[in-house]
């Protein structure tokens, strides 16, 4: 479910499985104010929630399991068993709230991996929280990962590409599973938006990883889609 503009006023509602939440009209009027929201509010745990220059997304509906869920484990296991092993930083698996002051820009990627050096220069900084932790990142990630479903369409191809090319990310990946063609694009950052990486045999070249990588579906007993993520 998606609410994205202003024009609402004394809040909205949204309703789900186990009652309702009330997101408050003050979460649209700032980053400041929907920062302050998103990490204090009463979602679902598994809600996401997205802020880009006064537009709002609040996404409550059920994950697919193969070509989001399993899609996304995918990366996850093969990307963060990579950057552990080179020592390259740190990848996360969605769920963690990333910002940046100069796209006006605040969410959760399906996937977002900071670099040490990153980390070391404040390019991007950890915020902590009021009780414990860290429970943010605030800055330019080196890359982020958005895995397209039905109800993101929109907000993964367009919205979310020009913001990222805005907070002055160096790579975004966009995958799209649900038809019977498997997308998968690794968009590096040009001097007026994103660029397509060519891909060579079914190989796309990261810039970020020094690395090139293949995105294959197959099937497994059951008959259901199944998702291998190589490197070389």
């Known amino acids: 479910m998606i609410a994205t503009n202003k024009r609402l006023t004394g809040g909205v509602t949204f309703q789900y499985t186990e009652g309702a939440v009330e997101v408050p009209e003050r979460v649209w009027e700032s ?27 609040v996404d409550m509906g059920r994950e697919q399991v ?11 296991i093969i990307l963060g068993a990579h950057v552990k092993r080179y020592d390259l930083g740190y990848y996360w698996c969605n769920g963690v709230l990333v910002t940046n002051m100069d796209a006006d820009l605040s969410g959760n990627p399906d996937g977002t991996f900071v670099s040490h050096e990153s980390l070391e220069s404040g390019r ?25 479903s039905g109800s993101s369409i929109n907000k993964d191809k367009v919205d979310l590409r020009d913001a990222y090319w ?9 995958v799209d599973a649900r038809g019977d063609r498997l997308e998968f694009q690794i968009l590096k950052r040009g001097p007026k938006g994103f660029v397509e ?8 070249k990261s810039s970020v ?7 294959t579906r197959g099937k497994d007993r059951s008959g259901n889609p199944t998702f291998k993520l190589d490197v070389k």
Not at 197 to 204: C, F, N, S, Y
């Open 31 to 57: 980053l400041a104010t929907f920062r302050e929201w998103a990490g204090n509010n009463d979602l679902p745990e598994k809600t996401r929630v997205d802020f880009y220059r006064g537009k709002v997304w």
């Open 66 to 76: 193969f070509t989001h869920g399993l899609l996304k484990t995918e990366f996850a």
């Open 124 to 148: 991007i900084n950890l915020i902590e929280g009021a009780d414990e932790g860290f429970v943010e990142l605030e800055g330019t990630a080196d890359m982020v990962l958005e895995v397209v």
């Open 166 to 174: 805005e907070a002055g990310i160096p790579e975004f990946w966009l």
């Open 197 to 204: 990486t060519r891909k060579v045999a079914g190989w796309l």
């Open 209 to 215: 990883f020094n690395r090139q990588f293949k995105l």
